[in-house]
C-alpha cells in the first residue's frame, strides 16, 4: 500500500520553479526527465487549462491562473490533496474576478526544512516549500491583498511517522524508505514551522479538512458497478478524523488570525457513511483523491474564503 501510495503521491524529482518569477507573472516550471506527473489522473484529464497556463504537467509549480490587474490574490498551497479543489476555486475566481495562484508539489507536506544542525539532506520538496514561501513574501511585500487556501494530505503524513516511530520503538526496519521517512518527518516535525512562517508574513489563510479517501484494500463493488462507486463507512474514508482536526487546530494557532476550516465532506458523506457516487456525481478518482465530478459542485464550501478575501482592504 506504501509504494501505491508514493507511486499517486510522490514526485522524486523536479526542475526548481526560478526563484526570480515575479508576483504579477506566470511560472512556466519544466520537469526533468525522471519526473513524475503526481496529480490525479482523472485531474489531469479535466484540467488542461491549468497545463496551459503553466506549461507543463509539472509535479511542483507555482502558477498564476486567472489574471485580474489590481484584484486579490488567492494562493492554494499544498500537494495533491489541494490540486483537486482548483476547479471550484478556478470557477469562482473567473466569476468574482480575483487572481488565484496554484502552488504545488505532489506529496510534499506543507514545511519548512529541517535546521542545517539536524543534518538532514535538501530534498525536492524542501526546496519547492522555500521557494513557495518567499514567493508568498514577495506578493505581500509588493502590497497584494493576499489570502491562502492550505491543504494536504495531513492523514496520510502523520499516519505513516506512527508507522516509521513504531518500527523503530520495536527495533525492527522501518517500512519506510530514506525519501519517505524525510517525507512524513517534515510533514510531522516541520509543518508548524511552516504555519508559523505563514503567521508572520500576516497572510490570512484558511485550511481545508482532511478530504476523504477510499480504503485501498476494500472489497470491489458488485459486479456493474463502476471502481469505488460502492458506498463505505465514513470512519474507512476519513480514519483518525477527530485527531486530524485537532492537530489542524494546533496547526493553525500560529497563523495570523483564526482561520476558516473548509469541510467538503458532507457532499459525499453523512456522518456515517461516504459514497461513491452521490446526486449523480462520481466521488472519487483514484484510492486517493477526489474525482473533478465531485470537486467542481464544492464551490459553496469555499465562499466564506472568497467573501473573506474580497472584503479585504
Partial sequence: ????????????????????????????????????????????????WL?????????????????????PW?????????????????????????????VFSGGCPLSLPYPAAAGQPRMTCDKHNVRALAYVQRLV???????????????FYRHRYALHRRALAAGVPSPLDTYERHIVGLGVDRSRAMF???????????VIAQSGTPPAGARPCPTGAAPRACGYER???????????????????????????IDPSPAYCTRSRCFGRRHGRTTFSDWAHLHP?????????FRPTVDALLATR
Fill in 1 to 48: 500500500m506504501l509504494a501505491l501510495a508514493l507511486a499517486i503521491a510522490v514526485t522524486l524529482a523536479v526542475q526548481p520553479v526560478a526563484s526570480s518569477t515575479a508576483p504579477g507573472r506566470t511560472a512556466r516550471p519544466e520537469a526533468t526527465a525522471s519526473a513524475r506527473p503526481v496529480e490525479p489522473a482523472a485531474a489531469r484529464q479535466e484540467l488542461p
Fill in 51 to 71: 497545463q496551459e497556463a503553466c506549461g507543463t504537467s509539472s509535479a511542483s509549480m507555482i502558477c498564476r491562473v486567472t489574471h485580474f490587474p489590481r484584484r
Fill in 74 to 102: 488567492l494562493v492554494l498551497w499544498g500537494d495533491s490533496h489541494a490540486l483537486q479543489y482548483t476547479i471550484p476555486l478556478r470557477r469562482a475566481a473567473l466569476q468574482r474576478r480575483f487572481n488565484l495562484v496554484v
Fill in 141 to 155: 511585500d509588493s502590497g497584494r491583498r493576499v489570502r491562502a487556501v492550505l491543504s494536504s494530505w495531513w492523514d
Fill in 196 to 206: 508559523r512562517a505563514i503567521g508572520r508574513l500576516g497572510v490570512r489563510a484558511d
Fill in 235 to 261: 470512519r474507512a474514508v476519513l480514519p483518525r478524523e477527530a485527531s486530524n482536526r485537532a492537530w489542524l487546530r494546533q496547526l493553525s494557532s500560529s497563523l495570523a488570525a483564526r482561520p476558516l476550516v
Fill in 293 to 301: 465530478a465531485a470537486t467542481r459542485s464544492m464551490g459553496r464550501y
